[in-house]
């Protein structure tokens, strides 16, 4: 599934940007990208399987993910600074978690990751949109990030 974000003002965020040094560039599209993700982890929590322990729930998180495999067999990797990706799902701790929203020959799937993913797919959306106009604002205002000393 393919999802498309309109943006106005990207190349002058580029450009904001681009007084910037690279991993700071990085560290405020991340700043972000985070709190987007937040809405996707609680409700995939939520709805994981909770087993005797209730560690898998535990392992969900949001990383940083410079490279992307998918299941289906895609790839995506950033290419310069101004691409960002964050990955949402079990931990390689909670490794295990695929195998539960797949299923496997002896066990059937119990989807929570796709259910979570269209549930919070507009909220995470909204707050990617507010935090990159935050980040317009202060390009545009010279503060936060952006403040010259």
């Known amino acids: 599934m393919k999802i498309g974000l309109d943006l106005e003002g990207g190349e002058a965020l580029r450009a904001a940007l681009l007084t910037l040094s690279r991993a700071v560039r ?17 409700r995939m929590q939520r709805l994981a399987p909770h087993g005797a322990t209730g560690e898998l729930a535990a392992g969900i998180t949001v990383s940083a993910a410079p490279r992307i495999g998918s299941v289906a ?10 691409q960002a990706a964050v990955a949402v799902g079990p931990s390689k701790l909670a490794f295990y978690g695929i ?4 299923g ?24 990617l949109g507010e935090g990159l106009w935050q980040l317009l604002e202060d390009a545009t205002n010279k503060t936060g990030r952006f403040e010259e000393d």
Do not use: C, K, N
């Open 73 to 82: 067999g895609g790839q995506w990797q950033a290419a310069d600074e101004f």
């Open 26 to 42: 990085r560290r405020a599209l991340y700043s972000v990208l985070r709190p987007a993700a937040e809405p996707m982890r609680l």
């Open 99 to 102: 195998f539960q929203e797949y």
């Open 104 to 127: 496997t020959v002896e066990h059937p799937a119990q989807a929570f990751g796709r259910p979570a993913f269209d549930g919070s797919r507009d909220e995470a959306l909204q707050i």
